[in-house]
């Protein structure tokens, strides 16, 4: 998979930065992460299951959306932990938020503002949990803005308390509108022919699919392929779309 997907941004005429690094060689550093946020009395452990959450969630007591932790598991006693440690149930460990309210200047929604919740930075089967890794990955790598899909804004408020707990430097964040399919749905193997190879099959090289992509990035007209050096020549975030963009076969 892995290769696969760098052998595909080769193909587009994409590169990279310095060795590219796993996150599965990089444990320590989260463990180390870890400790520091546990040292400090910011976590702690979680029994709950995701069933338990949305159930909690769902219930009328002032939470909106299932994403949100309602706090189960935050003032257990030491009975209360020992019970649910006796059952064998392996515990996450969570962030003590406090609710804080997080905000940043997103470079294409402009201001967004969140409650953040005690969200997960260990899983009960002892991985470190997106949320955690990629802050502790992008301070290592000294990452000065964060471009990605619009469906991940809401993790960006954690990913900020995060940073601040840990007193790193704070990257700026873009987030792009993503290419649905015909059904309004995130674009995916389901739709058809979308990966390079598929397109490659019907005839279609990467030259087509990068002039696609450029269209609907506003940097191109229909019917051109531009060069690789045209495109960063010609690029502007302020000409991004602010919609998703949808493919249809």
């Not at 006796?86 to 997080?102: C, F, K, M, N, T």
């Not at 790193?168 to 995130?186: I, K, T």
Request: aromatic fraction near 6%.
């Amino acid at each position: 998979m892995e290769e696969a997907q760098l052998s595909d941004l080769r193909t587009l005429g994409l590169d990279w930065d310095g060795p590219i690094l796993r996150q599965s060689e990089r444990m320590e550093l989260y463990e180390e992460a870890i400790a520091r946020l546990d040292a400090e009395g910011l976590l702690y452990p979680c029994y709950c299951t995701r069933a338990e959450i949305r159930a909690a969630a769902s219930a009328p007591h002032g939470i909106s959306t299932s994403d949100l932790y309602p706090g189960t598991c935050r003032e257990l006693t030491v009975a209360q932990r020992a019970m649910r440690e006796a059952s064998g149930r392996p515990p996450a460990l969570r962030v003590r938020s406090e609710g804080v309210r997080v905000a940043f200047e997103d470079r294409l929604l402009g201001r967004y503002e969140e409650e953040v919740d005690d969200f997960v930075v260990r899983r009960n089967d002892g991985t470190p949990a997106y949320q955690l890794a990629v802050v502790v990955d992008d301070a290592a790598q000294e990452i000065g803005e964060v471009v990605r899909g619009a469906d991940l804004t809401d993790s960006t408020p954690r990913q900020i308390l995060l940073s601040r707990l840990f007193g790193l430097p704070e990257p700026r964040y873009a987030h792009v509108p993503l290419v649905l399919g015909p059904d309004g749905r995130r674009l995916a193997k389901r739709h058809g022919a979308v990966t390079l190879s598929d397109r490659a099959a019907l005839g279609e090289g990467p030259e087509e699919v990068r002039a696609w992509m450029a269209r609907t990035l506003g940097l191109v007209r229909v019917g051109e392929k531009p060069a690789q050096d045209d495109l960063i020549a010609n690029f502007d975030p302020e000409r991004l779309p602010r919609e998703p963009t949808v493919w249809s076969p």
